[in-house]
Nanobody, 123 residues
């Protein structure tokens, strides 16, 4: 089983940037499809971006397309989310997720989750 730990969240002004990291351990990182989701207070968990096992294929939610970039470094066992041009509506707890068999934009498809990292964007 893979264990996931997110970091890199914080408070940033609108228009600013943050880079989230998700460190994986316990199982070969390259064996997993990976994704980022987010959840704002009172809202359902929302898909942000996902990446294939090789890193060669990525998919983004329309709300972040052109502003966020998902990537993975197999040598470092780490998943990244570069977030630029941040908006107040990006405020949420961000989670990384992993699954061995499915790449999906639906959060219930993922079996492994990190604890989340808070991102707050001020206006």
């Amino acid at each position: 089983q893979v264990q996931l730990v997110e970091s890199g969240g914080g408070l940033v002004q609108g228009g600013g940037s943050l880079r989230l990291s998700c460190a994986a351990s316990g199982s070969p990182f390259g064996s997993y499809f990976m994704a980022w989701f987010r959840q704002a207070p009172g809202k359902e968990r929302e898909f942000v971006a996902r990446i294939s096992k090789s890193g060669g294929s990525t998919v983004y939610a329309d709300s972040v397309k052109g502003r966020f970039t998902i990537s993975r470094d197999v040598a470092k066992n780490t998943l990244y989310l570069q977030m630029n041009s941040l908006k107040p509506e990006d405020t949420a707890v961000y989670y990384c997720a992993a699954d061995k068999y499915y790449s999906s934009s639906y959060y219930r498809q993922y079996n492994y989750w990190g604890q989340g990292t808070q991102v707050t964007v001020s206006s």
